[in-house]
T-cell receptor, first 114, second 109 residues
Framework: DAGITQSPRHKVTETGTPVTLRCHQT?????MYWYRQDPGHGLRLIHY???????DKGEVSDGYSVSRSKTEDFLLTLESATSSQTSVYFC?????????????FGPGTRLTVT | QQQVKQSPQSLIVQKGGISIINCAYE??????FPWYQQFPGKGPALLIA?????SEKKEGRFTISFNKSAKQFSLHIMDSQPGDSATYFC????????FGTGTSLTVIP
């Protein structure tokens, strides 16, 4: 497996509280992604990063923000969690944006918002 | 709207049989079409991928068939084994990845 870890692996939080999920990689990959996985929707891109401090929105970015201050870490923040954000969150990395598009996924974080 | 449409939602195959999962897309700008395999509690893992200038790619028991004119691609798993029981996702890439909704495959011994 690619060296991708996610923390926490499970979290239960209350509506309205802020939540930060962390993705850490040891592969020195330039690109990093946050997806959410929901039944009937597959994987949907929330945000991605193409370098330190360089981020962009995906198709379901509302209610989420990200930060990348180091190559190895990509943080996903839910500013004020809602029940609709209950999901499994996956981080992925990709070596570069050209030539090879193989993505490596982390083990996921199961988030429940009550 | 769903950029990549995947079918069937679930599939049951006898051991030794052929599993076929289909995906369709509309955006002709997509330039990379991967298939991912996911076991319960794990993240997706790349299985096999194809680019639109190739009509077929085979890796072991797994084959992608790509029909550019029909804007469809499919995954064929030959000699399906119980260990292949997992959820399979197709995807298509143009600047970012768009995933199908997944197919739950069960291979019966």
């Amino acid at each position: 497996d690619a060296g991708i870890t996610q923390s926490p692996r499970h979290k239960v939080t209350e509506t309205g509280t802020p939540v930060t999920l962390r993705c850490h990689q040891t592969e020195n990959h330039r690109y990093m992604y946050w997806y959410r996985q929901d039944p009937g929707h597959g994987l949907r891109l929330i945000h991605y990063s193409y370098g330190v401090k360089d981020t962009d929105k995906g198709e379901v970015s509302d209610g989420y923000s990200v930060s990348r201050s180091k190559t190895e870490d990509f943080l996903l923040t839910l500013e004020s969690a809602t029940s609709s954000q209950t999901s499994v969150y996956f981080c992925a990395t990709q070596l570069s944006g050209t030539g090879t598009y193989e993505q490596y996924f982390g083990p996921g974080t199961r988030l429940t918002v009550t | 709207q769903q950029q990549v449409k995947q079918s069937p939602q679930s599939l049951i195959v006898q051991k030794g049989g052929i599993s076929i999962i289909n995906c369709a897309y509309e955006n002709t700008a997509f330039d990379y079409f991967p298939w991912y395999q996911q076991f319960p509690g794990k993240g997706p893992a790349l299985l096999i991928a194809i680019r639109p200038d190739v009509s077929e790619k085979k890796e072991g028991r797994f084959t992608i068939s790509f029909n550019k004119s029909a804007k469809q691609f499919s995954l064929h798993i030959m000699d399906s084994q119980p260990g292949d029981s997992a959820t399979y996702f197709c995807a298509a890439r143009r600047d970012q990845f768009y995933f199908g909704t997944g197919t739950s495959l069960t291979v019966i011994p």
